[in-house]
């Protein structure tokens, strides 16, 4: 509602309704396996389930890492090469001086869905591809282009993502060796009307419900800590390029586009 108010929202009915049907395609391809995978897990390791659950899930982080650039993103989205020209050249000399392991350019048609503006970087540890949304080139020069790129190496090089990835497997490993003193609690099944049964869909359903308030918990600390990151990356990016007028003035351009405040309210 609030994205098609201001302006932001592109998409077309036809459009949105294609995407709803592939990722419910994606859910029933994808889901049914790992979940069906899951309640086997639990049901064959009995108290110890946790342990296994929570390298399963570790693995199967690691596969949709590895996926998602490759298959799921060319299903919602066109990729091309970013041209040659000033700008490639600039980001290619950027990612050779913080020895990032840059193999792909590529510009994503973002603005078919979004006048939002953005870039990023994914894939394995060893070859890493960034890509640049159509909309940021349309509204940047180069040189701020370049700005956002060094903010979003920034966050390799000071390892960010390796660090949210292990601090989000150890809430993984926190929430299932939590539900596992849940899973076999006959009050706490019973207090819902099931007396005679325990399915484990129903048991984690309501584990979550128990939970809740420490989750939000949880989320206010990596909220500081995303904050915390951001923070360290725009610091990186002006002893990277030893200039932090570019890192003000598209800071400043970004907040300005998307209707947003430099020093938001807390």
Not at 38 to 64: E, H, Q
Not at 68 to 86: A, C, D, Q
Not at 140 to 164: C, F, N, P, Y
Request: aromatic share 14%.
């Amino acid at each position: 509602m609030l994205e098609e108010k201001f302006g932001f929202n592109k998409m077309s009915v036809k459009l949105w309704l294609m995407d709803k049907i592939k990722t419910q395609a994606l859910m029933i391809a994808l889901g049914t396996p790992i979940g069906g995978t899951a309640l086997w897990i639990i049901k064959k390791t009995g108290n110890t389930f946790f342990y296994y659950m929570w390298i399963f899930t570790f693995l199967v982080s690691i596969f949709f890492v590895t996926i998602y650039p490759i298959w799921i993103v060319p299903i919602f989205n066109k990729l091309t090469p970013l041209e040659p020209g000033p700008l490639k050249e600039a980001v290619e000399s950027l990612a050779k001086k913080l020895k990032f392991p840059l193999s792909e350019l590529q510009v994503i048609d973002g603005s078919k869905r979004s006048s939002h503006s953005n870039a990023y970087f994914t894939g394995l540890p060893w070859k890493k591809k960034i890509v640049i949304f159509d909309t940021l080139l349309e509204q940047s020069t180069d040189k701020e282009v370049e700005a956002v790129l060094a903010h979003e190496l920034g966050h390799w090089s000071m390892s960010h993502t390796t660090k949210l990835l292990a601090i989000n497997q150890a809430n993984v490993f926190y929430l299932f060796a939590l539900f596992s003193a849940f899973i076999d609690n006959r009050s706490l099944y019973e207090a819902f009307g099931f007396y005679n049964e325990r399915p484990i869909i129903i048991g984690f359903m309501l584990f979550n419900e128990v939970q809740s308030p420490m989750e939000s918990v949880i989320k206010l600390a990596m909220n500081i800590i995303t904050r915390s990151f951001e923070y360290q990356a725009g610091k990186s990016l002006i002893s990277a390029s030893g200039d932090n007028m570019k890192l003000i003035r598209k800071t400043t351009l970004l907040c300005d586009s998307a209707i947003a405040k430099i020093l938001p309210q807390p």
